[in-house]
T-cell receptor, first 111, second 119 residues
Framework: SQQGEEDPQALSIQEGENATMNCSYKTSINNLQWYRQNSGRGLVHLILIRSNEREKHSGRLRVTLDTSKKSSSLLITASRAADTASYFC???????????FGAGTQVVVTP | GAVVSQHPSRVICKSGTSVKIECRSL??????MFWYRQFPKKSLMLMATSNEGSKATYEQGVEKDKFLINHASLTLSTLTVTSAHPEDSSFYIC???????????????FGPGTRLLVL
């Protein structure tokens, strides 16, 4: 089973609005990563946040990590139609770098 | 950022044939590559870990004789789906982990995926 679980499963917003999605996991982690996938394409790495970090920013993206609650959130501010994609969180399973992916959040941004 | 390519991007084959998918890290060396499978509107499922110069390690439930993995160099891993059947139809994605040190090693870079359709 997937360790990372995202909610909501789907999110529909209008351009300019913020989009927030959450990820929960069950076991301890070294880091947590967020990826974006456009339909039928590969994954694009967005942000990696380490277990000793609480918040990270990259452009319009903001990721938080709460290891006590075993959860992370991804915030996309001022969304654009081009942000329409599926977003996955992934936790590292072991030191070899195996990733366990959540079910993903499908985000649709309408103009 | 680092680039990973996959070839072919899509392939249609007849049931019973074998299909080889290549995964290349174009501008970095990758000691470790991973192969994932993704069903429509689903998440990625790790199939196996490909280690350069050694045998691949497979996740539980993945048939190693069905999905042959070869990691002959630091920039190339191949996945061969042997005797493919319609249920093997899926989206196969590889990723490569940078062999360097520090933060780059933690990040995995994904290929664009290969869509396999077995008739």
């Amino acid at each position: 089973s997937q360790q990372g679980e995202e909610d909501p499963q789907a999110l529909s917003i209008q351009e300019g609005e913020n989009a927030t999605m959450n990820c929960s996991y069950k076991t301890s982690i070294n880091n947590l990563q967020w990826y974006r996938q456009n339909s039928g394409r590969g994954l694009v790495h967005l942000i990696l946040i380490r277990s000793n970090e609480r918040e990270k920013h990259s452009g319009r993206l903001r990721v938080t990590l709460d290891t006590s609650k075993k959860s992370s959130s991804l915030l996309i501010t001022a969304s654009r139609a081009a942000d329409t994609a599926s977003y996955f969180c992934a936790t590292d399973k072991d030191s070899w770098g195996k990733l366990q992916f959540g079910a993903g959040t499908q985000v649709v941004v309408t103009p | 950022g680092a680039v990973v390519s996959q070839h072919p991007s899509r392939v249609i084959c007849k049931s019973g044939t074998s299909v080889k998918i290549e995964c290349r890290s174009l501008d970095f060396q990758a000691t470790t590559m991973f192969w994932y499978r993704q069903f429509p509107k689903k998440s990625l499922m790790l199939m196996a870990t490909s280690n350069e110069g050694s045998k691949a390690t497979y996740e539980q439930g993945v048939e190693k004789d069905k999905f042959l993995i070869n990691h002959a160099s630091l920039t190339l891993s191949t996945l061969t789906v042997t005797s493919a059947h319609p249920e093997d139809s899926s989206f196969y994605i590889c990723s490569a982990r940078h062999s360097g040190t520090g933060g780059r090693q933690e990040t995995q870079y994904f290929g664009p995926g290969t869509r396999l359709l077995v008739l």
